[in-house]
């Protein structure tokens, strides 16, 4: 049967290939758990210190750390990751310091998925084209996001978080959450009195 509709084209062919994506994926990333463990613990560190320097400076003080998955990073190919810290006003300001990281390690389903969900033999000689499909993308991303929110808060349980946050100058209650970028973040760290 010839799909002629994006509508279609999710109903009969995208979920499925989404759901595959999500769960190898995710089995993935439990393969890999040990490497993942140590992406997090250094790259945190070495934000952390970042973080710390420009403290020393200009005697900010961290209430909030937000890492956020750049979407538009990974639809141009380059997965990051952005670690933000924000002082107590962090709702209505910027962030004092900023820090980037590849995420490839997330992502290497990533190209085959866009290949499997691009395959012509869907929707060749329809009216459908990849531009359309690719608007699905953003909500693949939203789940993704969620999902590594959901993981890292598990993956944070295995750390020492007093030696990942040494150095920084902290002010409680602190929060540390993950998400999108300019989107939904969940908690996924709280330090309290």
Not at 95 to 116: E, G, K, N, T
Request: aromatic letters at 16%; hydrophobic letters at 45%.
């Amino acid at each position: 049967m010839l799909i002629e509709t994006l509508d279609q084209y999710k109903e009969k062919c995208y979920q499925d290939i989404e759901e595959d994506f999500l769960a190898q994926s995710f089995a993935e990333w439990d393969k890999n758990f040990a490497a993942i463990c140590e992406f997090w613990r250094a790259d945190l560190r070495e934000a952390v210190n970042g973080a710390a320097a420009v403290q020393q400076e200009t005697g900010e003080i961290c209430s909030y750390l937000s890492i956020s998955l750049l979407l538009s990073s990974v639809h141009m190919g380059t997965p990051q990751l952005q670690i933000d810290f924000f002082d107590e006003k962090w709702f209505y300001g910027r962030p004092f310091y900023r820090h980037r990281v590849p995420a490839d390690l997330f992502f290497s389903r990533w190209l085959a998925f866009i290949r499997q969900a691009e395959d012509e033999r869907y929707y060749q000689r329809s009216a459908l084209r990849r531009t359309m499909i690719r608007t699905l993308y953003m909500g693949t991303l939203q789940r993704l996001a969620f999902s590594l929110a959901c993981n890292l808060k598990y993956w944070l349980a295995d750390f020492d978080m007093d030696e990942i946050l040494q150095g920084l100058v902290i002010k409680v209650p602190f929060h540390l959450t993950m998400g999108e970028y300019l989107g939904a973040q969940k908690p996924v760290f709280h330090m309290s009195n």
